[in-house]
């Protein structure tokens, strides 16, 4: 099984920035599409943006579009979520994840496993 972890939340003013980095260990992390997802205090847990296998396919949240941008790095096992213009709405514990099934784009959280911890980021008005 793989495991994940975040890092590189914080706190930033908005129209800043910020680059979060996912850390997988094994050796079948290029095996596998990944994901970011995003939870706010009192609501659901939503899909941020995913990556296919080799990393040259990307589909974001319209919320995020244009913002945010995932990449990954299969030498050293990590995904990355650049985090652009934020705002405080994307205030929210930001979690990695591994696709598991259904389609490499699909943003449904229940195609997706091996949740992170997750990084805390704070965006200040």
């Known amino acids: 099984q793989v495991q994940l972890v975040e890092s590189g939340g914080g706190l930033v003013q908005a129209g800043g920035s910020l680059r979060l980095s996912c850390v997988a260990s094994g050796r079948t992390f290029s095996s596998y599409a990944m994901g970011w997802f995003r939870q706010a205090p009192g609501k659901e847990r939503e899909f941020v943006a995913v990556?296919?296998?080799?990393?040259?396919?990307?589909y974001y949240a319209d919320s995020v579009k244009g913002r945010f941008t995932i990449s990954r790095d299969n030498a050293k096992n990590t995904v990355y979520l650049q985090m652009n213009s934020l705002k405080p709405e994307d205030t929210a514990v930001y979690y990695c994840?591994?696709?598991?099934?259904?389609?490499?784009?699909?943003?449904?959280?229940?195609?997706?496993?091996?949740w992170g911890q997750g990084t805390q980021v704070t965006v200040s008005s």
């Open positions: 994840a591994v696709k598991v099934s259904g389609r490499w784009n699909s943003p449904s959280r229940a195609d997706f496993g091996s």
């Open positions: 990556i296919s296998l080799s990393g040259g396919s990307t």
